[in-house]
């Protein structure tokens, strides 16, 4: 099985800040990373397909990166609304797998 | 508007059964893979299964592989999760998804609300 290594597990940031998150995939996986937020309660929404396409209506300041093993997901300037945990999910090979989640938190 | 809703869930004992089901509107369910996530309480999301437009492909994930059923009523817009031999860590929020494309290789991108097993005693 694939296994999705995400980073870090929480991050804590202040209004404005970039932010980084990384996955690291066991094996290639090509282009196959998708990037979700998930709000407290709510079901997971798709921000990022094919590791680096913004789905439609999602900000622009939103961002994805990367292919093979390495894939980075950027927000550039964080806004309080981005408060929420973010996912990566890898569905090159099944059983298709999610990384283990980063908690954001605004400073 | 594209539109997942889940039902079925609820409390059931160890060792019990429970069917979940997922209906749809807004588009053409049959043309579209279909897939299960749950997520235990506090914890991550976890993949479960997959089945294709035409139930001709479908995959488990280890952890339920032989306790759960994935089907698919496409006359009905309708998902299905039958599980088995339920667990108290089976115990979770239970989403299903639509694939985004019905043309290449793509992740999940509309979600259900999603339905809350409990397992005990």
């Known amino acids: 099985d694939i296994q999705m290594t995400q980073s870090p597990s929480s991050l804590s940031a202040s209004v404005g800040d970039r932010v980084t998150i990384t996955c690291q995939a066991s094996q290639d996986i090509r282009k196959y990373v998708n990037w979700y937020q998930q709000k407290q309660g709510k079901a997971p929404k798709l921000l990022i397909y094919d590791a680096s396409n913004l789905e439609t209506g999602v900000p622009s300041r939103f961002s994805g990166s990367g292919s093979g093993t390495d894939f980075t997901f950027t927000i550039s300037s964080l806004q309080p609304e981005d408060i929420a945990t973010y996912y990566c999910h890898q569905y090159d090979n099944p059983p298709y797998t999610f990384g283990q989640g980063t908690k954001l938190e605004i400073k | 508007e594209v539109q997942l809703v889940e039902s079925g869930g609820g409390l059931v004992q160890p060792r019990g059964s429970l069917r979940l089901s997922c209906v749809v509107s807004?588009?053409?369910?049959?043309?579209?893979?279909m897939t299960w996530v749950r997520q235990a309480p506090g914890k991550g999301l976890e993949w479960l299964s997959y089945?294709?437009?035409?139930?001709?492909?479908?995959y488990y994930a280890d952890s339920v592989r032989g306790r759960f059923t994935v089907s698919r009523d496409n006359a009905k817009n309708s998902l299905y999760l039958q599980m088995n031999s339920l667990r108290a860590d089976d115990t979770a929020v239970y989403y299903c998804?639509?694939?985004?494309?019905?043309?290449?290789?793509?992740?999940?991108?509309?979600w259900g609300q999603g339905t809350l097993v409990t397992v005990s005693s």
């Open positions: 998804a639509r694939i985004r494309s019905t043309i290449v290789v793509a992740g999940p991108d509309y």
């Open positions: 807004g588009f053409t369910f049959s043309s579209y893979e």
């Open positions: 089945i294709s437009g035409s139930s001709s492909t479908i």
